[in-house]
Structures are given as structure tokens and as C-alpha cells.
């Protein structure tokens, strides 16, 4: 296994420390800090593992399709864990993850067909506002950062419809062809 697997791999086993750092009285008011910090370093991960495989040319099946199954966990898990805190509204939570799902349909429609849909600018600045958004709702620092926090899960929604309608926009070819 190649060095941009191992640190996707990485990143999903770092999902449920995260989660219990998060979730659970473990070290008192650490906890929330540890949990940001495993966050941040997942979400490094997944910019890390992406750079060195193109620069090395370390492309592999397994991390064309890890790569973004690993990002949608670990964004997915972290927003679930702030509705759960009530700190993220379920009804864009909801939005996203149903993109999600869309978007790996689609993906899935599109390969059997002998498509490959790359992740496009949308996808990725979708992914980028959605980890902003978790770190300030974790950080919790009120004040400024509420408004922050706010503007940031508006931008993410809208990032996320819009990447939803860019892909399909660009690969509405996938709908006419192997059935659907």
C-alpha cells in the first residue's frame, strides 16, 4: 500500500476518536480541542494524500475510490455529531449528505457505463467550505465566530447544490445512457 492510501486509511480510522473526543467526557474541556485538532489533521490528510499521489504518480483504484468515500465520512460523521450538539441545523445536514448520495449514484451509473467522473472545482471548494464550517462550529467561540459560523453553513449549503448541479450539468450524458 502506497504512502497516499495509507494516510486515507488514516483518515478513517481517525473518524471515531474524533468522534469520541467530541461526543464524550473524556479529558474535561480538552475534549473539544483534541477533537478539533484530529479534525484538522484528518481533513490535512486529505489534501496531503491527493497532492503526493498526482506528484508521484501513486494513482491507484483504491484511492480513486477511498480517497472520497474517507472525505465524506469524516464530514458527514462531524456534522451528524453537531446536529447531535445542536449545533447544525438536521435540515442542511441532510441536503449534504442527499447530495452525497446523489453524486456517488451518479458516479456509480456512470462507471458501469465506462465513465469516469473526475471531482470538479465545485466538488472541491463544496468540500473545502463544509470542513471550515465544522472547525468554527466546533471551536464554539461565540461572538464573532457565531456569525461566522452561520455565513459558513450558508456558503457550504450553497457550494454543496451547486457542485450537485455542475456535475450533473457536465455529465447529463450518464442519464441517457445504460438504462436510467
Known amino acids: 500500500m502506497n504512502l497516499p492510501n495509507k494516510l ?12 469520541a473526543f467530541l461526543l ?31 506528484k508521484y504518480n501513486l494513482v491507484t483504484n483504491f484511492g480513486k475510490f477511498m480517497d472520497p468515500l474517507a472525505d465524506k465520512l469524516l464530514v458527514c460523521t462531524a456534522m451528524i455529531c453537531l446536529v447531535s450538539m445542536d449545533k447544525l441545523n438536521v435540515i442542511v445536514v441532510l441536503v449534504i449528505i442527499a447530495r452525497e448520495f446523489i453524486i456517488s449514484g451518479f458516479r456509480l451509473v456512470a462507471s458501469d457505463n465506462g465513465i469516469v467522473i ?23 467561540l461565540g461572538g464573532v465566530f457565531e456569525m461566522i459560523g452561520n455565513v459558513l453553513v450558508w456558503v457550504a449549503l450553497i457550494l454543496t447544490v451547486v457542485s450537485l448541479v455542475d456535475y450533473i450539468a457536465k455529465n447529463k450524458q450518464v442519464l441517457t445512457q445504460g438504462g436510467m
Open 118 to 140: 473526475a471531482a470538479s472545482y465545485w466538488g472541491k471548494f463544496k468540500t473545502v467550505s463544509q470542513m471550515a464550517m465544522v472547525i468554527v462550529l466546533i471551536m464554539d
Open 8 to 19: 486515507t486509511v488514516l483518515r478513517v480510522v481517525m473518524i471515531p476518536f474524533f468522534v
Open 24 to 54: 464524550f467526557d473524556i479529558t474535561g474541556a480538552a475534549d473539544k480541542w483534541i477533537a478539533l485538532a484530529i479534525f484538522c489533521a484528518a481533513s490535512l490528510t486529505d489534501m496531503l494524500d491527493g497532492k503526493i499521489a498526482r
